[in-house]
């Protein structure tokens, strides 16, 4: 771990501190993984210490020659159902865990899911919230302890919507939908970012979630709903622009007139019709 911690850089390790019950059993998996691993590793390592000591060469064993036995049936047998059973040991914790992401987080899964698309672009999110009617940019608030479920496409390059503390990564791709539950089970802010390489802004390509009470975060979509203002498509359209922006919100979406998981090249008609050399993402 201490290893890891230097290797990354990282001051903190936000994938093993876990905010969300989505990040908390990938987090038991890896763990598993690792722990499960080191066990091993060290019994491994013991094993080749005491062979190199107890079989080392010595002068009174000058002229031993060993016996030549083949086909000892128990130590064949050790050796085929330890590794198949290292193999059970680690890929049905794994497999059991995948397809339990498939489904909004058990404790909420009673829960009304809250849907949100995220839309990447060259290199920023656009996040839109069908049934409130809101559309945010390079930022999102949540409820706490309700399941998100992210309906993710790109608009143009294929990108990937990662918030450590919440959950793995899953990718966004042009021309089709996909699709991740999220959950925070506390109030915060966590760091949101493309996981996925995409050139040039790859890096500044980031987004903060607000994870609030369900009473803050319904004032909040009211308060948007009355005084942010309506999303135009000229506006929008400067979006498709490849560059970064900074924070926006509006109270009206651009699933009035593109689902990019639909139209896969919305992006690459605008930029052909806009001049991307005076033409900026507002
Ligand atoms: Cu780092």
Not at 19 to 47: C, E, H, N, R, Y
Not at 85 to 110: F, G, M, Q, R
Not at 225 to 243: F, H, I, N, V
């Amino acid at each position: 771990m201490t290893t890891i911690a230097f290797l990354t850089g990282c001051s903190e390790l936000a994938v093993l501190d876990p905010k969300g019950p989505v990040a908390l059993q990938q987090k038991d998996l890896i763990m598993w993984s690792i722990g499960f691993m080191l066990f091993i590793v060290t019994v491994v390592f013991v094993l080749f210490t005491l062979f190199i000591v107890r079989y080392r060469e010595r002068p009174e064993n000058e002229d031993y020659e060993p016996p030549q036995d083949e086909g000892n049936k128990l130590l064949e047998v050790i050796w085929t159902v330890v590794p198949v059973l290292i193999v059970i040991a680690l890929s049905v914790p794994t497999v059991k865990t995948i397809y339990a992401l498939e489904e909004p987080p058990k404790a909420t899964s009673h829960k009304d899911p809250l849907v949100i698309h995220a839309t990447s672009v060259d290199w920023k999110w656009i996040f839109t919230y069908p049934e409130q009617e809101i559309e945010t940019v390079n930022y999102l608030h949540i409820p706490e302890d309700r399941p998100i479920l992210f309906k993710l496409t790109s608009a143009d390059s294929m990108a990937a919507l990662w918030i450590p503390r919440l959950g793995g990564q899953e990718y966004n791709m042009a021309g089709m939908e996909t699709e991740i539950y999220l959950q925070a089970d506390e109030p915060g802010t966590y760091k949101g970012r493309n996981a996925n390489f995409t050139g040039e802004g790859f890096a500044e390509q980031k987004f903060t979630v607000t994870a609030q009470t369900k009473e803050e975060f319904e004032q909040w979509v009211e308060e948007t709903q009355a005084s942010a203002p309506k999303l135009t498509k000229e506006k929008y359209d400067r979006l498709m622009l490849k560059g970064h922006t900074g924070k926006h919100t509006f109270s009206s979406t651009h699933l009035e007139w593109v689902d990019h998981a639909k139209q896969p090249d919305y992006a690459i008609k605008v930029r052909e019709k806009l001049n991307p050399d005076h033409d900026e993402p507002f």
